[in-house]
């Protein structure tokens, strides 16, 4: 966000009128655009630029600071000017210049479309699988599985997770966890490089020791990523008994006809008795 000036060229008073009456969060953008541009700057200089009041920029950066946005340096000894004790100078943070738009999913992209020409699809493949390992590492697989245990790894890989900027978190539905992420640092990337989803997919399947379904995905543009695990084992489907085929002309006869001839049987006395 640049500064407009006015036709004389100072600016002030036309860009101070607008931020004198502009919401909160637009008085800071501009206070964060000119540490940005101009930094270290004093609070001065910054009340000058904008035609705001010293003490209103300055409760600014005092909250700038505190959320580790900005930070307040000496000046240099070319910049100090007079007598007396110099003025604080105000700068961005690293952390502050990450809350600027930047192009990392564009970069991230790239270097994913490169991998892709240089080793093909496997590649990106390999590639995807390292990355979703990297973020269960140290996570143990199942190995006995329980409702109990299973619920519980469940919990555990959503923190491992959130801890990679997923904002995971889990939550009992039916027979099953869903393991829910809010959300995707990498969903751009995700929406031409599926592989990414699926790797995150294959590795819980690893690590839970079951079937696990993808219910949504944000890449695909739903709020969040839902995968389900089942509680219960998941039990394999019936297989027909198969019946062997007659080996001979007689056995064939028997197998087709139910009155074919049978060794005799006594028959039961009802009473119990011999006959008289």
């Keep these: 966000m640049g500064l407009r000036k006015d036709d004389a060229g100072t600016g002030r008073a036309t860009t101070g009128a607008a931020l004198s009456a502009a919401p909160e969060g637009h008085t800071r953008a501009a206070i964060v655009q000119l540490l940005l541009e101009e930094g270290p700057i004093t609070a001065t200089a910054i009340s000058d630029r904008l035609g705001l009041a010293p003490a ?123 393991i829910c992420q809010h959300h995707c640092p990498v969903a751009h990337v995700a929406e031409e490089f599926p592989q990414l989803c699926d790797a995150e997919l294959e590795v819980l399947r690893e690590v839970l020791g079951t079937h696990v379904q993808r219910l949504a995905t944000i890449a695909n543009g739903d709020c969040a990523c839902t995968t389900h695990v089942p509680l219960l084992p998941v039990a394999a489907p019936r297989t027909p008994p198969t019946r062997t085929p007659p080996t001979s002309t007689a056995s064939s006869e028997q197998a087709v006809s139910p009155t074919a001839a049978q060794p005799a049987a006594a028959a039961p006395n009802d009473s119990g008795r011999s006959a008289e």
């Design 56 to 178: 209103g920029v300055r409760r600014h950066l005092d909250a700038l600071i505190e959320s580790g946005q900005a930070r307040a340096v000496r000046a240099a000894a070319w910049q100090r000017k007079g007598r007396g004790r110099p003025a604080k100078r105000y700068q961005l943070t690293a952390a502050g210049r990450g809350q600027l738009g930047h192009a990392y999913d564009d970069l991230a992209g790239a270097a994913i479309r490169r991998l892709g020409e240089i080793g093909g699809e496997q590649a990106i493949t390999d590639f995807a699988r390292s990355r979703a390992r990297t973020i269960v590492a140290g996570i143990e697989p199942v190995t006995e599985h329980t409702p109990e245990r299973t619920e519980a790894k469940a919990e555990e890989l959503a923190e491992a997770f959130t801890g990679s900027g997923f904002a995971a978190s889990t939550r009992k539905v039916g027979a099953g966890v869903q």
